[in-house]
């Protein structure tokens, strides 16, 4: 299994309802320690990428708002500072809250 291949794995046990209410149209394989997530969330119509650093053992992630992965690995346009230092345990909750998490929300 590669490592983008794992932190898909990572995304969904930890809470697949959540992951899906960002509206994922396609999984990249970015890089061989990164995965690239096409979304349609509420505050991000556009890639949110993962990245291991594997020194630290962490995640690092980035935000896009281009449409097309090709122009994102050319010119990528970013509308949020990155993530850094993430543990796998708190991706789902950090990229939520970033790009799809209403505050007020009631259930």
């Known amino acids: ?53 594997e020194a630290q053992d962490l995640y690092n992630i980035s935000f896009y708002l281009n449409k097309d992965f090709s122009d994102m690995l050319v010119w990528p346009v970013i509308p949020y500072k990155p993530m850094k230092g993430v543990f796998c345990d708190q991706l789902v909750e950090f990229i939520d809250n970033r790009i799809e998490r209403i505050p007020d929300y009631k259930y």
């Not at 590669?2 to 990572?10: A, M, W």
């Not at 149209?25 to 119509?45: F, G, M, P, Q, T």
Request: aromatic share 12%.
């Open 1 to 53: 299994m590669t490592i983008p291949e794992i932190i898909q794995q990572q995304l969904l046990h930890t809470n697949k309802a959540i992951v899906w209410s960002w509206g994922v149209s396609k999984w990249y394989e970015l890089s061989s320690n990164a995965l690239a997530i096409r979304v349609h969330a509420r505050y991000l119509d556009g890639f949110v990428c993962i990245e291991l650093d």
